[in-house]
Nanobody, 128 residues
Framework: QLQLVESGGGLVQGGGSLRLSCAAS????????IGWFRQAPGKEREGVSC????????EYTDSVKGRFTISRDNSKNMVYLQMNSLKPEDTGVYYC?????????????????????WGQGTQVIVSS
């Protein structure tokens, strides 16, 4: 069973940056899509970004395009989410999740049900 652990959350002023990390307990290269999701208080969990198992494909939700960048270090089984120009509406608990998809070249964060492995989340608070 793949386990995921997020870190890097915190309190930051609007316009600032944070880098979230997702550590996987096993090999993710070539096997797992990794996605980042977030959940604001009182709202549904939404997809933010993902990286395909091959590492060639990424997807971002419109609200973070140009501000967030997803990357992966397969040698360390790590996936990162660099978040720049943060806004108060980016506040929420951020989760990483994995979808078994061997040798896939694409990914999507708009089919949350495909992700079978989830971390516990890390809190991000952006002050205005």
């Amino acid at each position: 069973q793949l386990q995921l652990v997020e870190s890097g959350g915190g309190l930051v002023q609007g316009g600032g940056s944070l880098r979230l990390s997702c550590a996987a307990s096993g090999r993710i290269r070539d096997y797992y899509v990794i996605g980042w999701f977030r959940q604001a208080p009182g709202k549904e969990r939404e997809g933010v970004s993902c990286t395909s198992s091959s590492g060639n494909g990424t997807e971002y939700t419109d609200s973070v395009k140009g501000r967030f960048t997803i990357s992966r270090d397969n040698s360390k089984n790590m996936v990162y989410l660099q978040m720049n120009s943060l806004k108060p509406e980016d506040t929420g608990v951020y989760y990483c999740a994995a979808d078994w998809n061997p040798h896939g070249t694409t990914c999507t964060v708009f089919r949350r049900g495909r992700y079978g492995h989830w971390g516990q989340g890390t809190q991000v608070i952006v002050s205005s």
